[in-house]
């Protein structure tokens, strides 16, 4: 599922840069609650194995939002100082799964506007 326009992060994510994420999209389709409907999935793609990871809680039961401590501990940035999942490595990006297709939230954003998915 790579995707050559998603590009890898400046910084790691974090349950901050989450928040932020979702306010800068909100009342479009980059968040859940204006997608889901359109049979959108929350998801991270890390950009450096182009693997696609689908959001989970951490007794592996899949969430409906954005939620870092279901991911891998692959994922981890091995420099965070509270070794938890607090930040994610910087190539990873929160996203959307539809029909085994990874989209950025701006591309999520962007298909809802249309009214398309592709």
Do not use: W
Not at 14 to 41: D, I, K, M, P, Q
């Amino acid at each position: 599922m790579k995707n050559p326009d998603i590009q890898p992060r400046l910084q790691t994510i974090s349950e901050e840069t989450l928040a932020r994420e979702n306010l800068r999209y909100t009342g479009t389709g980059g968040v859940s609650a204006n997608n889901r409907n359109r049979g959108f999935v929350p998801a991270f793609l890390d950009t450096e194995t182009g693997k696609v990871y689908r959001s989970r809680f951490p007794n592996g039961k899949p969430a409906p939002v954005h939620v870092l401590a279901g991911l891998p501990d692959e994922l981890v940035d091995a420099n965070c100082p509270s070794g938890g999942y607090r930040s994610i490595k910087h190539s990873v990006v929160s996203g959307f799964i539809l029909e085994d297709r990874f989209y950025s939230r701006e591309s999520a954003a962007q298909a809802v506007a249309s009214g398309s998915p592709h």
